[in-house]
């Protein structure tokens, strides 16, 4: 009993337990997010620098001449500090060109030199739009780099100025504003809940129009993305509230970025607790994200299997407001789609299902999934077939004696010793745990099920396992073969073997037979 509790308490640490304790069996795997998490990061970063594309810098001289000298930084600072308006724009001009350059830009240099305030008192010159076009710029380009460099913006007090000019009436310094907040927000929660307290979600939702540029528009999204970035701690509750109506206006946007954009806003808030996933149940947007499950882009699918993959790992009230959009009839195009990482993704959705009640289980049986997570099981990537096992002994967990027996009767068993002879030790102890299940929900037809076992290599797979350097492992291995294998050795000496089982004492052949426990 010490054994079984001890080992309950290892796997607390990846999923919660339902059909043992009484609470919610599901799993937020870190691991997994991390990992996805630094994907995401690569295709579309936390911070963005502002770099001209070629042929697009205003001054020829300064962009033509790979030989030119840079310019003299103290020099810099001195003229951006003319009374003379052309010299001073001329001088944050050149500023910006190197603060823009694509291989380590002097960023530590300009802080060093005492630019940055200078650059700051800029963004107030309501009298020269491009001064503060071109000072926003290099600021955003500074706020891009480490967090010791957007703290440096930041403690030069920039954000409330950026703040200010997103009420500009010029359109190129309200985009660079944004710019710029953007990369401050995307530094991490104490940065993020700063401009929130000064007060930007308001008018930044206010470029959420059709007449905003699609540019414009995509940086937006992308500083929305940021808000709702990070859960230690998670944005404030008021403020997804705030957020969530635009999210729900822009998840039906054409443009693929803004798109991808607003479901990856939804995924960072549905991973930061059941607060937070509630807030986006209750805002009606879970009807509309389901059924891009379907979309023909890789990246929306994924996109979207993750954030009501989160929602799914909340109460089962918060599953099955999920569950009542239908997604469950999406999932055969999911389980067969050619790309594996869909496949997994679909995959541990479905095992945190399969964790839910009798209702939600029999959703699976009914959707006519079982099939293909066993096909899974045994002919997916390794990565897969690790989900899959989840899925599986979370149904031995909270399914029915008739919901386990339908895995049984859909031959689980031979793929399920398969995986025991995988150096995965996790993966190892899912599978004996399923098994160890399904023989004790058995109950008088364990001995047909241990007969599977047999007969598939399986017992002689867990007789090794006793040897397994992993306590848990086992002593797991041990309880198998002590509670449901010994009675049949003795079996065996006496005469009754696997033969006369099949020939009548339960009256089973084969496992495409319906069967029943």
Same mark, same amino acid.
């Given at each position: 009993?010490?054994?079984?509790?001890? $080992?309950?308490?290892?796997?607390?640490?990846?999923?919660? %337990?339902?059909?043992?304790?009484?609470?919610?069996?599901?799993?937020?795997?870190?691991?997994?997010?991390?990992?996805?998490?630094?994907?995401?990061?690569?295709?579309?970063?936390?911070?963005?620098?502002?770099?001209?594309?070629?042929?697009?810098?205003?001054?020829?001289?300064?962009?033509?001449?790979?030989?030119?000298?840079?310019?003299?930084? %103290?020099?810099?600072?001195?003229?951006?500090?003319?009374?003379?308006?052309?010299?001073?724009?001329?001088?944050?001009?050149?500023?910006?060109?190197?603060?823009?350059?694509?291989?380590?830009?002097?960023?530590?240099?300009?802080?060093?030199?005492?630019?940055?305030?200078?650059?700051?008192?800029?963004?107030?010159?309501?009298?020269?739009?491009?001064?503060?076009?071109?000072?926003?710029? @290099?600021?955003?380009?500074?706020?891009?780099?480490?967090?010791?460099?957007?703290?440096?913006?930041?403690?030069?007090?920039?954000?409330?100025?950026?703040?200010?000019?997103?009420?500009?009436?010029?359109?190129?310094?309200?985009?660079?504003?944004?710019?710029?907040?953007?990369?401050?927000?995307?530094?991490? /929660?104490?940065?993020?809940?700063?401009?929130?307290?000064?007060?930007?979600?308001?008018?930044?939702?206010?470029?959420?129009?059709?007449?905003?540029?699609?540019?414009?528009?995509?940086?937006?999204?992308?500083?929305?993305?940021?808000?709702?970035?990070?859960?230690?701690?998670? /944005?404030?509750?008021?403020?997804?509230?705030?957020?969530?109506?635009?999210?729900?206006?822009?998840?039906?946007?054409?443009?693929?970025?803004?798109?991808?954009?607003?479901?990856?806003?939804?995924?960072?808030?549905?991973?930061?607790?059941?607060?937070?996933?509630?807030?986006?149940?209750?805002?009606?947007?879970?009807?509309?994200?389901?059924?891009?499950?379907?979309?023909?882009?890789?990246?929306?699918?994924?996109?979207?299997?993750?954030?009501?993959?989160?929602?799914?790992?909340?109460?089962?009230?918060?599953?099955?407001?999920?569950?009542?959009?239908?997604?469950?009839?999406?999932?055969?195009?999911?389980?067969?789609?050619?790309?594996?990482?869909?496949?997994?993704?679909? &995959?541990?959705?479905?095992?945190?299902?399969?964790?839910?009640?009798?209702?939600?289980?029999?959703?699976? !049986?009914?959707?006519? $999934?079982?099939?293909? &997570?066993?096909?899974?099981?045994?002919?997916?990537?390794?990565?897969?077939?690790?989900?899959?096992?989840?899925?599986?002994?979370?149904?031995?967990?909270?399914?029915?004696?008739?919901?386990?027996?339908?895995?049984?009767?859909?031959?689980?068993?031979?793929?399920?010793?398969?995986?025991?002879?995988?150096?995965?030790?996790?993966?190892?102890?899912?599978?004996?745990?399923?098994?160890?299940?399904?023989?004790?929900?058995?109950?008088?037809?364990?001995?047909?099920?241990?007969?599977? !076992?047999?007969?598939?290599?399986?017992?002689?797979?867990?007789?090794?396992?006793?040897?397994?350097?992993?306590?848990?492992?086992?002593?797991?291995?041990?309880?198998?073969?002590?509670?449901?294998?010994?009675?049949?050795?003795?079996?065996?000496?006496?005469?009754? #073997?696997? #033969? @006369?089982?099949? @020939?009548?004492?339960?009256?089973?052949?084969?496992?495409?037979?319906?069967?029943?426990?």
């Amino acid at each position: 009993m010490a054994d079984s509790e001890k $080992l309950d308490n290892q796997r607390l640490k990846h999923f919660k %337990h339902k059909g043992r304790d009484l609470e919610a069996l599901r799993r937020q795997r870190s691991e997994v997010v991390v990992e996805l998490r630094k994907s995401r990061r690569d295709e579309h970063l936390l911070k963005r620098r502002n770099v001209p594309q070629d042929g697009l810098c205003e001054d020829p001289e300064a962009d033509g001449d790979g030989g030119a000298q840079t310019p003299c930084l %103290h020099a810099l600072v001195r003229e951006a500090s003319s009374g003379d308006p052309a010299v001073q724009l001329r001088a944050v001009q050149a500023a910006r060109k190197l603060l823009s350059n694509d291989h380590n830009p002097p960023i530590d240099d300009f802080i060093r030199s005492g630019l940055l305030p200078v650059l700051v008192r800029c963004l107030e010159r309501d009298d020269s739009p491009s001064l503060q076009f071109e000072a926003a710029w @290099a600021l955003t380009n500074i706020a891009s780099g480490t967090p010791e460099q957007t703290r440096a913006v930041v403690e030069a007090d920039a954000a409330p100025l950026f703040l200010r000019l997103l009420r500009s009436p010029q359109h190129s310094v309200c985009e660079q504003a944004v710019w710029a907040l953007g990369n401050i927000i995307g530094d991490g /929660p104490q940065c993020r809940d700063y401009v929130i307290r000064l007060g930007v979600v308001k008018p930044l939702l206010s470029f959420v129009s059709p007449s905003t540029p699609i540019t414009f528009l995509r940086n937006v999204t992308w500083v929305i993305v940021n808000l709702c970035r990070h859960k230690h701690p998670p /944005p404030p509750l008021e403020t997804v509230a705030e957020l969530l109506p635009a999210v729900c206006v822009l998840i039906h946007h054409a443009d693929i970025h803004i798109l991808v954009d607003m479901v990856w806003a939804l995924c960072y808030l549905t991973d930061a607790g059941s607060e937070q996933t509630q807030v986006v149940i209750d805002s009606g947007v879970v009807p509309h994200l389901v059924p891009l499950l379907s979309h023909e882009e890789d990246q929306v699918q994924m996109a979207v299997l993750r954030a009501v993959g989160h929602i799914v790992t909340g109460t089962d009230e918060q599953t099955q407001a999920v569950l009542d959009c239908d997604p469950l009839s999406y999932f055969p195009a999911l389980l067969m789609h050619p790309t594996e990482k869909l496949n997994k993704e679909a &995959m541990w959705f479905l095992s945190n299902i399969t964790a839910g009640n009798h209702r939600q289980v029999q959703a699976v !049986i009914d959707a006519d $999934l079982v099939p293909m &997570m066993i096909h899974l099981l045994d002919k997916g990537d390794l990565g897969t077939q690790k989900e899959a096992a989840w899925a599986i002994s979370n149904l031995t967990i909270s399914g029915r004696k008739d919901q386990v027996a339908c895995l049984v009767q859909h031959n689980v068993i031979p793929p399920l010793c398969n995986l025991l002879t995988l150096r995965d030790i996790q993966v190892v102890q899912i599978v004996l745990d399923g098994l160890g299940n399904i023989l004790k929900m058995a109950e008088e037809e364990a001995e047909t099920v241990a007969n599977l !076992i047999e007969e598939c290599g399986g017992l002689e797979k867990i007789e090794l396992l006793q040897n397994h350097e992993n306590e848990d492992i086992y002593k797991l291995a041990y309880e198998i073969t002590d509670q449901f294998f010994c009675r049949a050795d003795v079996d065996e000496e006496a005469g009754v #073997g696997p #033969g @006369a089982i099949q @020939a009548g004492m339960f009256g089973f052949s084969s496992p495409t037979e319906p069967f029943q426990f």
